[in-house]
């Protein structure tokens, strides 16, 4: 079945560093790929998502392109803040398959220290 | 507007009773979903529903979860005979109308089985 892999954490990073969070998938269909965010007490929100192949999702300075090739959505951000402090969670969606259930990564804690 | 609410916050019980737990969707939306986070785990798939068709359970882990959702309204997941690895926060989401919407979550229930 469908999953995905994503980088095991805990990942802890000074203000201004350079974030990248892997995550790679298999599926059997052309899914559509997600990034949500789980900020401390809050509940799991959309950050960003692609559609299709080559696709590139952003938001609040986070990036991830589709990449179909190597089947990844790596998230990226160039200069992280302390706000930035979350649980990041890599996800797809596969219409193809009739459910649109998510099947998530098991999530990758980032600390991001003044 | 309003989101994904859930009802109770948290649910502290014993070993072998019976639990239910509530989704109020966000007004519109056609489909709700219900995951499972265990402690250090990704988010697991449990149930979808969209509109009237028959629902996707092929993610209930045994007969002893079942869900059930009033039209497009409120969604009700019952655990019978709880165990304690049930322990976990349950997250429902919504999306809608159409397919392929963004997934909307909820606050989740933290159900800690005794």
């Known amino acids: 079945g469908d999953s995905v892999t994503q980088m095991e954490g805990p990942v802890t990073l000074s203000e201004e560093a350079f974030l990248t969070i892997n995550c790679t998938y298999t599926a059997t269909g052309y899914p559509s790929l997600f990034w949500y965010v789980q900020y401390p007490g809050e509940g799991l929100q959309l950050l960003l998502k692609?559609?299709?192949?080559?696709d590139k999702g952003s938001n609040k300075g986070f990036e991830a392109t589709y990449r179909k090739e190597t089947t990844s959505f790596h998230l990226e951000k160039g200069s992280v803040q302390v706000s930035d402090s979350a649980v990041y969670f890599c996800?797809?969606?596969?219409?193809?398959?009739?459910?649109?259930?998510?099947?998530f990564g098991k999530g990758t804690k980032l600390t991001v220290n003044p | 507007g309003a989101g994904v609410s859930q009802s109770p916050s948290n649910k502290v019980t014993e070993k072998g009773k019976d639990v239910e737990l509530r989704c109020d969707p966000i007004s519109g939306h056609t489909a709700l979903y219900w995951y499972r986070q265990r402690l250090g785990q990704g988010l697991e798939f449990l149930i979808y529903f969209q509109g009237n068709s028959a629902p996707d359970k092929s993610g209930l882990p045994s007969d002893r979860f079942s869900a059930e959702r009033t039209g497009e309204s409120v969604s009700t997941l019952t655990i019978q005979r709880t165990q304690q690895e049930d322990s976990a926060v349950y997250l429902c989401?919504?999306?809608?109308?159409?397919?392929?919407?963004?997934?909307?979550f909820g606050p989740g229930t933290r159900l800690l089985v005794l």
């Open positions: 692609a559609t299709k192949a080559d």
């Open positions: 989401a919504s999306s809608g109308p159409g397919r392929g919407e963004t997934q909307y």
């Open positions: 996800a797809l969606s596969d219409l193809a398959g009739g459910s649109e259930k998510l099947v």
